[in-house]
């Protein structure tokens, strides 16, 4: 009976022994605790994408002009050696430029340095791969000031320019009168006129160090300051 006993007692011992252990509960709460540690950090995230610079950028601020070449820029072609082909032209309305020993090229809304290379393969049989160099002589591009400057009017575009540096081509601003923390931008893009408003008192506190460029025919209105008398 006692030896029959025995393998009954040993079964039961390794029943118990399968039974579900008790940490399964604590995995439960990790996992929770996992859950809330991962609110909190998305929390965080996104109060700092809140106050990150970026979430305050214009949507103009990125319009950087790439001072491709226009109708009516008159530009100056130099080869190193072949200087029989060297001319100075002025870009017709159609955008071209008439160039001895290969007519008319297309050059308007390419580069310089665009342009430079479709000449170089062009010229590759006439002038075996002389260097040649385009530069801008009188440029047709501008952007218009008005409003509280010293010289309003117009302000030859012959390289990037932000909305500050205009205003200084224009004389500066006029202390007095000068609202600096509403500068009007007019634009047209794809035949809408848009408007862009810039705030240049936190930008001359360095509290924006995001620069808004401008493009060819932008107009830059500075604001006059309300006096109530």
Do not use: H
Request: aromatic fraction near 6%; charge should be negative; glycine fraction near 8%.
């Amino acid at each position: 009976m006692n030896a029959k006993a025995n393998p009954g007692q040993n079964l039961e011992l390794k029943t118990e022994s399968c039974q579900p252990p008790m940490p399964v509960q604590k995995t439960g709460v990790a996992w929770a605790g996992l859950g809330w540690f991962l609110v909190v950090c998305l929390c965080l995230a996104g109060c700092r994408t809140g106050s990150s610079p970026a979430a305050r950028i214009d949507p103009g601020a990125a319009g950087y002009s790439t001072n491709n070449l226009l109708e009516g820029d008159v530009v100056n072609i130099t080869f190193q050696y072949s200087t029989n082909y060297n001319t100075t032209q002025k870009i017709a309305l159609d955008g071209t430029l008439n160039l001895q020993g290969i007519g008319q090229v297309k050059a308007a809304d390419k580069s310089t340095v665009d342009l430079e290379g479709e000449l170089t393969d062009a010229y590759k049989i006439l002038a075996k791969d002389d260097p040649i160099t385009i530069k801008i002589v009188e440029a047709e591009s501008a952007v218009y000031v008005s409003g509280a400057v010293t010289r309003p009017g117009k302000i030859p575009m012959e390289r990037p320019l932000t909305v500050l540096e205009a205003i200084m081509e224009a004389g500066g601003y006029d202390a007095y009168r000068a609202d600096l923390s509403d500068v009007l931008v007019l634009r047209v893009e794809n035949g809408q006129q848009k408007s862009y408003r810039i705030n240049l008192k936190r930008v001359l506190r360095g509290e924006d160090e995001t620069p808004f460029y401008l493009k060819p025919f932008d107009v830059v209105q500075v604001a006059t300051k309300t006096f109530n008398l």
